[in-house]
């Protein structure tokens, strides 16, 4: 490797910010792109573990450094300047080539170092902790964030572009333009209380599932959309008894002998078939659906999260294999599953 101290033509970058070096500090920086991130001082701090007047005492100096306010004050809240945000930019670039730099330099110490920050739908959350669980063995030092939020936030977040991966049951494609990675079933069925009438009885009509009271989730629920369709196309019409705002109230509603529920098979992931909640063998269900990996197509991956979803990509098998040992109804689904998965990945191939 040449090295530029030996080189007499060589000459330092022009672009070498000289003042802002002399004058501005990475923790000034970070403090600030937090801020702008989050949206308030105040949170910038908690995530930080310093106090709110060390943020404003920082901003302040870095506002100085520039010789020009960073954030404009409306009413009770702030927002960053035309400069603030022209910094904000700059700061994302800085860290995502220093995280990258820093990933790089552990790859070479024999370990891998870095961040990740994941924010997942509420369902996803009976999953992706198994996942993160082998991840963060294989990389013990990453260090994972993950939030756990609603459809409608998580769009929020993924257009502000808040993290670096975002795990959803569809991806919101006609929100902006996203990478969509499949990454493992997510099987949709329907469950009952174990002592149900109907619990053993093979293919049942939905007909006669529509004679029974339903459970959904609140409206703006990808499975409560999906639910009602499934009873749409039958010409069929669902007799809701309630609407609850969380799986966790659904399942505890079904085991309390109140009605019939569509969950993922995630949702019952630690309970198994042994306990109060148990999978009827439908017409039409399960209905399987996907897990997606999703990020802006305009958003360059850090090492670590590139880390992470070659990893995901990986463990579908072992997924559909504990899904299938869970709830041997889903088996001929699941691998109808996995062969069209296998037909989409050698199109993906002939593509390249």
């Known amino acids: 490797m040449t090295t530029h101290s030996n080189d007499p033509d060589y000459t330092p970058p022009s672009a070498m910010p000289e003042y ?7 923790r000034q920086l970070q403090i600030f792109e937090a801020s702008v991130r989050l949206g308030s001082f105040s949170r910038a701090a908690e995530e930080l573990f310093v106090t709110q007047p060390t943020v404003s005492m920082q901003i302040k100096k870095l506002s100085d450094a520039l010789g020009t306010p960073l954030f404009e004050q409306l009413g009770r809240n702030v927002r960053p300047t035309e400069v603030g945000l022209d910094l904000y930019e700059a700061c994302c670039r800085i860290f995502e080539n220093l995280a990258n730099l820093e990933m790089k330099v552990s790859d070479h110490k024999g370990m891998r170092r870095g961040r990740l920050r994941l924010c997942v739908v509420t369902t996803a959350k009976y999953i992706v902790p198994e996942v993160l669980g082998e991840f963060c063995r294989k990389y013990p030092g990453i260090n994972v964030t993950m939030k756990v939020s609603n459809r409608h936030r998580i769009i929020e977040r993924l257009t502000s572009y808040e993290d670096d991966l975002y795990i959803m049951g569809q991806a919101p494609e006609d929100v902006m333009d996203v990478h969509a990675h499949p990454f493992a079933p997510n099987p949709l069925a329907m469950f009952a209380h174990r002592d149900h009438p ?9 007909s006669r599932i529509a004679e029974e009271p339903i459970i959904l989730r609140e409206p703006g629920s990808g499975i ?16 809701v008894r309630m609407e609850l705002g969380s799986n ?7 085991a309390g002998g109140l009605g019939l529920a569509v969950l993922s ?11 109060p909640v148990t999978l009827l063998d439908v017409e039409g269900f399960p209905i399987m659906r996907r897990w997606y990996l999703v990020y802006p197509k305009n958003k360059d991956l850090s090492l670590v999260a590139e880390a992470f979803v070659q990893f ?24 109808d599953c996995r062969d069209s998965r296998a037909v989409h990945r050698s199109r993906r191939r002939s593509k390249k």
């Not at 109907?198 to 939905?206: A, T």
């Not at 098979?265 to 306990?275: F, K, M, N, Q, Y």
């Open 248 to 254: 966790e109230a659904i399942k505890h509603a079904v």
């Open 224 to 239: 409560r959309d999906t639910t009602l369709r499934a009873f749409d196309a039958k010409g069929l019409r669902a007799k």
């Open 265 to 275: 098979a995630h949702t019952l992931s630690l309970e198994g078939p042994g306990g």
């Open 312 to 335: 995901a990509l990986n463990v579908e098998e072992k997924v559909r294999e504990k899904l299938q040992q869970q709830w041997p109804l889903m088996a001929d689904a699941l691998a």
């Open 20 to 26: 802002l070096i002399r004058y501005a500090t990475l």
């Open 198 to 206: 109907l619990v053993g009885q093979k293919n049942i009509p939905l």
